[in-house]
């Protein structure tokens, strides 16, 4: 997962098109309306849910299927301190499947139904068609077919736009993310993680303007703030959450075979944080899967210099050393043929 990468695949044919990540990998999703409402005296007719809506939702199954099914613990509304419902390894849909559910928009509960939601109105309903992208998974191969099922959206509570939200809430939103990318990391859902800290990142770095206005202005007050510039990050609180997002997404990218995307992610984090032991260690790995050897080895060093003690960086530093003696002492036999 890429956080600058774009997710839709924009209008096609059969109505909005997009790719989705769940716990078993990358799914396209082909959204289509079949009912909307038309009431003209319904005040949330012609109203979207947005960020932090709280949403009263029924996902059905319209095909037997072996990719999904019902997520049957947790029956409240999300809140912003975690998910309300168990992520299920084994689905595509995390919510209960067949009833009204509560599914608070922006926590990455059900990316596929927050997709629908935010562009639905009360009353709306809209079939998806969802097809595997990647069928290397490691799950069983024969629960990879496509399949589809309705959403429909009964009541929901207002939310807001991500520019409408305050540095506080942005902020609160950024950790929630980041702790929850981390417990489902944990569980063994990485495709979560991953899209979990790129949620995070994309909404940080929108306060971004805020965090040097607010720098600039305590530089020109001589460091006094308002109470309002107080709820501000600082800069070196900024780039210490960015950076540990980054690091956190190159480790997904890692587990996920994703080296270049990785090494990016990884290069971001020291960037930020050149002291971060364990983004140095995640790009050193990240080059080492992509044979990159100097490279590695200059982060690998790196690691060390910031960590002296760390026996893990000593014995990368030293696997290296010896596989890129390995590749020139090939290169030189190599050489020595073609001229001999």
Known sequence: MDPNQEMSLGPSEDGISWVSVC???????????????????????HQCPRLGSVCQVRVQLQTETRADQCVEEGRRP??????????????VLQVPLGEWTAVRVGEAQ?????????????????????????????????????????????????GKESWELSSEEKMDWVKALKSRG???????????????????????ITLYGRVKAAETLGQLSEGI??????????????NSVKAELHSNLSLCQLKLKEPERAKASASKATGLDPGGAKAWYRLGQACQMLNELEEAKRAFQKLLEVQPDSSAAAKALKDVTMKEKETNKQLAHRLSKMFS
């Open 110 to 158: 059900c990316d596929v139904t927050e997709a629908c939601l935010e562009r639905m109105s009360r009353g709306d309903k809209w079939e998806i068609l969802l097809s595997p992208l990647d069928t290397s998974s490691e799950l069983n191969a024969d629960a990879d077919q496509p399949f589809s099922a309705t959403v429909e959206l009964g009541t929901f509570t207002p």
């Open 78 to 91: 999300c809140s912003v301190e975690g998910p309300a419902f168990t992520r299920s390894l084994s689905a």
């Open 182 to 204: 981390t417990v489902w990391f944990r569980s063994g859902d990485v495709w979560g993680a991953a899209d979990c800290y790129s949620r995070a990142l994309k909404l940080l």
């Open 225 to 238: 703030q308002s109470p309002s510039e107080s709820l501000i990050p600082s800069v070196r609180e900024y």
């Open 23 to 45: 716990p078993r990998g990358l799914w396209r999703v082909q959204q289509k309306q079949i009912h909307k409402n038309t009431s003209s005296n319904d005040a949330g007719a």
